[in-house]
């Protein structure tokens, strides 16, 4: 049993589409916390809800279910799943909306939602949300097991990740998420910046600017200044003290940025 469901979407707050959810939830388990991640998601924006689901579910205990709904195939003959990786369960449409936690668990076990015992007596063509992935999931928080929901589906959708090119001498990546403050994170670890660079002289480039170190705070540059930094999902970052990098420096989600030895 679970104690505790999340909630990914791309519906706002204006209209009554997460309440009527967690109506749905509440309404089979009451004893269960509702966190919600986000639902600032840009409409239809699957990739987005991929990586903020991404640097989220980590945090949660054993036993969380997480439901993102990004569906613009919404009353399709898309499937409708549940993603099992052992400790935590996901339950969302079979979109792609899932690629990192596929990417970090190749073998997690898919189950494909079939017996609509477990859904609304009327689903609503538009509003599987509500209708599907909030009852499914709290039939799973009450210790329903996952075999009584459907048969396992081989081949989900996997999605795509974007992955930075690592040689010996530069990494080639790009933007993946702009967050509120207008930071631009890019899909460049860590762990692999710290590889190739290894204590060498090094240039972030991006656009026609550079900068050729990393900050351990925003406050070390002066206001207005360009810096990166590592992130706190531990990803690197192109940031503007006090300001908005995203808008003054013309980044958006799909602008290269490498790391070359210099």
Not at 14 to 30: Q, R
Not at 106 to 123: D, E, H, K, M, W
Not at 203 to 209: L, S, V
Request: aromatic share 10%; hydrophobic share 40%; charged share 20%.
């Amino acid at each position: 049993m679970s104690s505790i469901i999340t909630l990914t979407t791309d519906f706002g707050l204006y209209d009554g589409y997460v309440g009527a959810m967690k109506g749905v939830i509440l309404g089979i388990n009451s004893n269960v916390s509702i966190v919600d991640l986000s639902h600032e998601i840009p409409p239809q924006d699957i990739q987005e809800a991929a990586y903020l689901l991404w640097t989220s579910y980590r945090f949660f205990p054993r036993g969380t279910i997480h439901v993102a709904v990004v569906d613009p195939g919404v009353g399709t003959e898309r499937p409708a799943i549940i993603v099992d990786i052992g400790d935590q369960r996901f339950v969302g449409p079979d979109n792609g909306i899932f690629a990192y936690i596929y990417q970090d668990f190749p073998g997690a076990t898919v189950t494909y939602i079939t017996n609509r015992s477990y859904c609304l007596p009327q689903l609503s063509r538009t509003f599987h949300g509500r209708d599907v992935f909030a009852p499914v999931a709290a039939h799973l928080s009450r210790g329903t097991k996952r075999s009584e929901f459907g048969p396992e589906l081989s081949t989900p959708v996997r999605g795509e990740v974007s992955s930075a090119l690592v040689t010996r001498d530069y990494i080639k990546g790009q933007v993946v998420h702009v967050d509120r403050f207008g930071n631009a994170i890019t899909n460049i670890s860590e762990s692999q910046f710290l590889r190739i660079t290894g204590g060498q002289s090094f240039r972030i480039e991006f656009k026609d600017m550079y900068v050729d170190c990393i900050n351990d705070t925003y406050g070390d540059v002066t206001a207005g200044e360009t810096l990166a930094v590592m992130g706190s999902a531990g990803m690197l970052e192109i940031s503007v003290n006090g300001g908005n990098a995203a808008h003054s420096l013309g980044l958006d989600r799909t602008t290269p940025i490498s790391v070359v030895i210099e």
